[in-house]
């Protein structure tokens, strides 16, 4: 039998802000003989989120957090190496959460068969056609209930979630999509990859200022991925009956001290705002629409999913660090198989 | 023709946050004759309301400020005592938006008739019958569609939207339901007149320590009047799903620096919170089931109506002035007539 051993990494110790190496040790584990149930999977792509971040603190949040001296895990797709579980052949393509590793082991409801789509790397379950991209479909289209006509901004929109948001808001109608970002090259990707019609770097002094002159006639929708100064600047600019999904707040993910919250909360009351957090697990019973418009949109070229992968199992932590620093263009992935 | 002079307040300066006396200018008009179509109506009772402070100021908001040298304007309720509109009579009672005054006139369909409520006093349309009783009924079961066996938290809660909050709570069937006030006294008029089920005074030390130990297992609606710490107590408080109506944030309304943000507004993510503004002319479609179940609560003695009443015209800005400083208990009206 294959992949008797699974290279792995461990949280050694809770990070103090930003993450190090030796945060996390890298072990290689023997995996025990495959029981009655159970399947073994090479993974072929691992997923690093920003999420982690805040699963390796220990405090309660929408996931318990990360065990200390425990294996790491994350979404991750692999095929099925062995199994003794009557509905999962050899070679079945799984989409299951046993990621920071090279090989997973367990019982075969942990692991869900997924189909090929021609043309499409098996990597993409991590990415458009999984999480990251019905996170994007579920923020801007349930919770932001975005309209034709209206304008969307997106912050981190060159990241892995806000891409695919600003290309769906494309595709239904947006009047005006801008986004922000965390380099010119990023910004540029914005409006020539993804059909923004215009883009800021968040380096580039006041946010606030930033955002008037892309989004001169203020923001309707805006899907919220980094909190602190951005969302301070699009609450100041949201029309009456704008909408925020908030998703994320990677701006505060590794500060130490609790971030100062925008001063401008007032206008929620004046302009009948609504600021609405989400989880996409929430929202699952969406996965079959989302599926059903995503894989035309994908094939038609109208979305495009881009990705940065990092190869080897070794370099795990290298890519989850890189991911915080913003040093990444989409979804980022390790190819572990 | 009686009530050929109107006693009015206009605005003489814009505050520098809290509003001074010499902040306004009591006149006496003489009403022109009455043109085709107009009404004539002598005031019985009107209102004073913390948002007429945002409008005194120069800024947008959710309607324009209050022009300089120019009465101020508000809810009030009166008889017509002259007509020339087919429709209105003498001695019919009518709503309309003429208030700091003790006579109005106007266009007939600036007055709307209402009808005569037996043993309640006329008042009640500025308050538990009116914009006061609606903005509790939209807030508590439309935006934060409180459900049965639900925690629920309000702020000013002896005041008259809060008091009326926290009863409908209780006849909807609320779990629990607490509130903060801003004395002893008011404290009390919680529980032993509202049904509260307990209540803190915000001067007594963190808010986030006094609704721990009154909401022990969290809060699932927040009804935001205040804004400020008890905000982000109240995120803090909040557990997952929870919702917050946000209707004002009277802690805001006098300060000339712009206040601090809550620095917990990342549970918003975490816990798939929900914060929500809304300002109650938007929802004028519910006033006839509100009136319809109202009406009956108010007979029953399910819900209780408090009113502090100001007599006389020239006692005007003292009760706004009274107001601001939460000096009142339940709706704050002056008797004009």
Known sequence: MSHEQSRQVLLARRPEGWPEHDDFEPVTRDLPELGEGEVRVANEFVSVDPYMRGKMDDRESYTPPYALGEPLTGAAVGRVVASRHPELSEGTLVLHQQGWR?????????????????????????????????????????????QPGETVFVSAAAGAVGSVVGQIARVKGAG??????????????????????????????????????????????????VGGEQLEAAIGALNRYGRVACCGAISAYNATEPPLGPRNLGRVVTHSLTLRGFIVSDHLDRQPDFLE??????????????????????????????????ANTGKMVVRVG
Do not use: C
């Open 176 to 225: 005006r999509v801008v986004g922000s970002a965390g380099s010119p090259e990023k910004v540029r990707t914005l409006t020539e990859r993804y059909g923004f019609d215009a883009g800021f770097d968040h380096h580039d002094g006041p946010a606030a200022d930033r955002l008037a002159e892309v989004a001169p006639d203020g923001v309707d929708v805006y899907f919220d991925n």
């Open 102 to 146: 090279d090989a997973a082991q367990g019982r075969g409801e942990e692991f869900r068969a997924v189909p090929e789509v021609p043309d499409v790397p098996t990597s993409a379950y991590l990415g458009v056609l999984g999480g990251t991209g019905l996170t994007a479909y579920v923020g801007l289209l349930d919770i932001a209930r975005m």
């Open 293 to 326: 418009e995503m894989g035309p949109w994908l094939r038609e070229g109208r979305v495009r999913a881009e990705e940065t992968v990092v190869d080897g199992v070794e370099h795990l932590v290298d890519a989850f660090l890189v991911l915080l620093r913003g």
